[in-house]
């Protein structure tokens, strides 16, 4: 149950799931240190993407408190990676804060030279330019992570492509890992409805307008095999290949332009694997190193099991 606005018992207060999410591994969690979720993830086989929390400055406990610095921070979360025998290659370390990145690409070059920019942008003019991408990479900054509207847009003829950041990005020789994937809910029946408000859905802020043409389109449904009220809000995508090439492959692409197949092709759960779903704090940002991991999709190099910073 999600939680209530104007709550007036504890029930309606601590619902937290939206009812498109499940609960099933939202109960029975064990708060683990950045230590401790290191040696869980290296279990399992995955990579690693720990997010360096910037400081809360509202908190009675600061960073420099417990690591004299936010440099002696992020030197800190990179300690705990080399006493665990983590190879750099493995560990993709994040941060909203160049100072972060830069210290990381100093002082830590193995662990730098693959180390995320991400970037916090909450509207396209926020953005940053050609100019600002290039220069961040004469710095040394290899991967940026902008939110997933930032990496769209849509043409003159109603089609989704690439942004111009997008662009930028590629041109200034930067890779890209984008955040976060079904974030937003169900695009039917919780993004779209957005549009035309104060608030639009954030992650689809730039192709709503596509997203809702191509919903209103007459023969939409029969393309995506009659699925109109399905639940199973992709599919309803079906007549548009290019998204769902882009977001599921070439297979589903395919797929759902078959009716047989489409409610073949639900959504399964992995456990442990929430992409949508907000992330699990590993370690409070002055008690110790680490910060907040996350669950990822195709963004991440294979095996990896955890990304993005919201």
Excluded: C
Aim: aromatic share 6%.
């Amino acid at each position: 149950m999600p939680s209530t606005l104007n709550a007036t018992t504890a029930r309606e207060f601590q619902g937290g799931t939206p009812n498109w999410r499940t609960d099933l591994y939202s109960t029975g969690g064990t708060l683990l240190s950045h230590k401790e979720s290191i040696q869980l993830i290296k279990s399992l086989g995955a990579k690693f993407t720990p997010e360096l929390k910037g400081p809360n400055r509202s908190a009675k406990l600061q960073v420099e408190a417990v690591f004299g610095s936010q440099a002696g921070y992020a030197q800190a979360m990179i300690n705990d990676y080399k006493a665990a025998g983590i190879a750099p290659k493995d560990v993709f370390a994040q941060s909203f804060s160049l100072a972060d990145i830069l210290y990381w690409i100093q002082h830590e070059p193995k662990f730098g030279k693959q180390a995320v920019f991400l970037d916090d942008a909450n509207v396209p003019s926020e953005l940053p330019t050609l100019a600002e991408l290039k220069a961040l990479a004469a710095q040394g900054v290899k991967i940026v992570a902008p939110p997933m509207w930032a990496l769209l847009t849509v043409d003159g003829h109603g089609k989704i492509v690439p942004s111009q950041y997008a662009r930028n990005a590629k041109a200034a020789n930067l890779d890209i890992i984008t955040w976060t994937l079904e974030r937003s809910g169900r695009i039917v029946e919780e993004v779209l409805p957005t549009k035309g408000t104060a608030s639009p859905s954030f992650y689809y802020q730039t192709t709503l307008d596509a997203l809702a043409q191509r919903w209103r389109h007459p023969g939409h449904a029969r393309r995506a095999g009659q699925a109109g009220r399905h639940s199973r809000h992709l599919l309803r995508l079906g007549g548009d290949g290019d998204v769902l090439r882009q977001l599921h492959g070439p297979e589903v692409a395919a797929a759902a332009a078959q009716p047989s197949r489409v409610r073949a092709l639900r959504p399964t759960a992995r456990p442990g694997f929430h992409a949508h779903q907000r992330p699990s704090r590993a370690v409070g940002p002055a008690t110790r190193a680490g910060g907040t991991a996350r669950a990822a999709g195709a963004s991440l190099p294979p095996k990896s099991g955890l990304v993005g910073p919201r």
